[in-house]
């Protein structure tokens, strides 16, 4: 089982113990650090790996907003707070979930189930194989998935577009696309999947890959705008 490696940090005694109580309930959750400010937090992150920090708002020395800001990769990050004018910040900075004290535990598995599910999914993404073999019309050929700029469908064909080859093969699109690591490839158009690392312009409903211009859907515009932001 996949297992989270978890922090708490809170100037609260009694909030420490209610957290740490939860944790200890679930067999995902492991809890490695337990914080009284966020300075003793920023000395665990550099001495050991965490994926999970449990954050208090309003702490001596330095508040759990103003350390999400000052640090430039965080682990993941609930917020657990009496305050509820900081929800709209802590969203802000992308953390997981805002829980509100005193936290039913009800609240609390909803919010680390969450987080589970999305660690999961990630390590599904890093999983999937870098390559895949395609049957064109005399042989069986590799394809790496890094060199694909994108993959035109043709009903029961696909081409598969990459620097150097274009690669028609029997494929329906969507059986194509099970194939293909979620993390790096998008749907544009019904017609057409691209390598998001390989793009190089988005104007209007029109995608640019080097000197290829490729339709966007409207149906798909919000998700590959998204995902280029977040590269």
């Given at each position: 089982?996949?297992?989270l490696?978890?922090?708490?940090?809170?100037?609260e005694?009694?909030?420490?113990?209610?957290?740490?109580?939860?944790?200890?309930?679930?067999?995902?959750?492991?809890?490695?650090?337990?914080?009284?400010?966020?300075?003793?937090?920023?000395?665990?992150?550099?001495?050991?790996?965490?994926?999970?920090?449990?954050?208090?708002?309003?702490?001596p020395?330095?508040?759990?907003?103003?350390?999400?800001?000052?640090?430039?990769?965080?682990?993941?990050?609930?917020?657990?707070?009496?305050?509820e004018?900081?929800?709209?910040?802590?969203?802000?900075?992308?953390?997981?979930?805002?829980?509100?004290?005193?936290?039913?535990?009800?609240?609390?598995?909803?919010?680390?189930?969450?987080?589970?599910?999305?660690?999961?999914?990630?390590?599904?993404?890093?999983a999937?194989?870098?390559?895949?073999?395609?049957?064109?019309?005399?042989?069986?050929?590799?394809?790496?998935?890094?060199?694909?700029?994108?993959?035109?469908?043709?009903?029961?064909?696909?081409?598969i577009?990459?620097?150097?080859?274009?690669?028609?093969?029997?494929?329906?699109?969507?059986?194509?696309?099970?194939?293909?690591?979620p993390?790096?490839?998008?749907?544009?158009?019904?017609?057409?999947v691209?390598?998001?690392?390989?793009?190089?312009?988005?104007?209007?409903?029109?995608l640019?890959?080097?000197?290829?211009?490729?339709?966007?859907?409207?149906?798909?515009?919000?998700?590959?705008?998204?995902?280029l932001?977040?590269?």
């Amino acid at each position: 089982m996949l297992k989270l490696r978890c922090v708490i940090t809170d100037d609260e005694p009694m909030a420490r113990k209610g957290l740490q109580g939860y944790i200890e309930k679930l067999g995902f959750l492991e809890l490695v650090a337990v914080c009284q400010d966020a300075v003793q937090l920023g000395n665990v992150l550099k001495e050991q790996a965490v994926d999970l920090i449990f954050l208090d708002i309003e702490m001596p020395y330095l508040s759990g907003v103003d350390f999400l800001s000052g640090i430039a990769h965080p682990p993941k990050v609930i917020i657990v707070s009496a305050y509820e004018q900081y929800a709209l910040k802590g969203y802000e900075l992308d953390v997981a979930d805002y829980l509100l004290k005193p936290v039913s535990f009800e609240r609390f598995l909803k919010a680390v189930n969450k987080v589970y599910d999305q660690f999961e999914k990630e390590n599904r993404d890093q999983a999937q194989p870098g390559s895949t073999f395609v049957k064109t019309s005399q042989k069986y050929e590799k394809v790496n998935f890094e060199d694909i700029l994108f993959i035109e469908g043709m009903e029961n064909y696909i081409s598969i577009q990459t620097a150097d080859n274009k690669f028609i093969a029997h494929y329906k699109l969507s059986a194509f696309i099970e194939k293909l690591p979620p993390r790096n490839f998008v749907q544009i158009h019904k017609s057409f999947v691209v390598n998001i690392d390989k793009v190089t312009s988005l104007e209007g409903n029109q995608l640019g890959i080097g000197s290829y211009k490729l339709p966007v859907s409207r149906n798909y515009s919000a998700q590959i705008r998204e995902m280029l932001l977040k590269q």
